[in-house]
């Protein structure tokens, strides 16, 4: 069927750097700063700088008003958590076993927005990506989030699994470099697959998705 809604999302180039300075903002900068500091400094130098970080993001949004990214305040949240329970028991393995596990819990909260009116998947997919209201409110939209909220806990699951068996199996420093890599590849393919998905569907529906702004 042909399109009777064309979309117009921003250019690829646009949404790689939106969406990477969120990903740099609330993980990589703070697993970054937690490596060096553990390496040159201490434990539990570590645990600080990652911690001071992403909460001087928080605080820095809030002074300037602009918008809390969703992926942004939850990692903070769990961060807080963690490194609580590190500073507490000293145990990097209890450190990275709390974000391991919360790969688990994720799953359940993906899960249980299924039945909301807007799937907590779709509040993630506004920091990364800042869809049109005709489109984000478009019914067939909203049965495409829920579809890819169970997409996404299942990755989820995959990755929590994975990362469990691996923390298990290594040293912090090589569970670091093979859990982030193999983190991300994971991550990487299922969002590919999401985008797939998501234009197909849409297309069914005669919407098309056109990147840049209309000529």
């Not at 969002?191 to 000529?215: H, K, N």
Request: charged fraction near 10%; hydrophobic fraction near 60%; aromatic fraction near 10%.
């Amino acid at each position: 069927m042909p399109p009777h809604l064309t979309v117009h999302l921003p250019a690829f180039g646009s949404l790689l750097r939106h969406a990477g300075k969120h990903l740099l903002e609330s993980t990589i900068v703070p697993l970054g700063l937690f490596y060096v500091m553990l390496t040159l400094v201490s434990f539990d130098g570590g645990l600080i700088a990652a911690l001071a970080w992403s909460l001087l993001a928080l605080v820095r949004r809030v002074v300037l008003r602009r918008p809390m990214p969703a992926v942004l305040l939850l990692t903070t949240t769990l961060l807080v958590a963690r490194t609580i329970l590190g500073l507490a028991t000293g145990s990097a393995f209890l450190y990275f076993l709390q974000p391991t596990l919360q790969n688990f819990l994720i799953a359940v909260v993906l899960v249980a927005s299924v039945p909301q009116r807007r799937p907590f998947i779709a509040k993630l997919a506004d920091d990364f990506c800042a869809f049109p209201d005709a489109l984000s409110r478009h019914p067939r939209v909203l049965v495409v989030f829920r579809q890819l909220s169970l997409l996404w806990a299942l990755v989820f699951v995959t990755n929590g699994a994975v990362t469990l068996w691996m923390l298990a199996q290594r040293t912090i420093g090589n569970f670091l470099l093979v859990s982030t890599a193999g983190s991300w590849s994971i991550i990487g393919l299922a969002i590919v697959v999401s985008l797939l998905w998501f234009r197909r569907a849409l297309r069914g529906e005669g919407i098309a998705l056109r990147m840049g702004a209309p000529a």
